[in-house]
């Protein structure tokens, strides 16, 4: 099992910035992968970006790369989304999660609620 919590969401404005932390815990020694998903209301989750645990080799939305950063801190078992220049469309529910194969994600988290007020 593995638990992963968010935190670090809020409202802002278009143009600031934000950091999400996710912490996991259990047994994450087994981490393969980690991810950021977010998720507006009547739309599909969508995927942000992920990292792979051992040599942090970084994966992202197209359409978010140059303003979204992903990172880990190992030591911590903690993941990061710094979040740059945000635009209204950020807008959503962010949601960490764990892959221990490298497939699919086997845990989430509960979410954390980014709002940007233009």
């Known amino acids: 099992q593995v638990q992963l919590v968010e935190s670090g969401g809020g409202l802002v404005q278009a143009g600031d910035s934000l950091r999400l932390s996710c912490a996991a815990s259990?047994?994450?020694?087994?981490?393969?992968?980690m991810g950021w998903f977010r998720q507006t209301p009547g739309k599909e989750r969508e995927f942000v970006a992920a990292i792979r645990w051992s040599d942090r080799t970084t994966y992202y939305a197209d359409s978010l790369k140059g303003r979204f950063t992903i990172s880990t801190n190992n030591a911590k078992n903690t993941m990061y989304l710094q979040m740059n220049s945000l635009k209204p469309e950020d807008t959503a529910v962010y949601y960490c999660?764990?892959?221990?194969?490298?497939?699919?994600?086997?845990?989430w988290g509960q979410g954390t609620q980014v709002t940007v007020s233009s």
């Open positions: 259990g047994r994450t020694f087994s981490s393969a992968r």
């Open positions: 999660a764990h892959s221990q194969s490298g497939g699919n994600y086997d845990y």
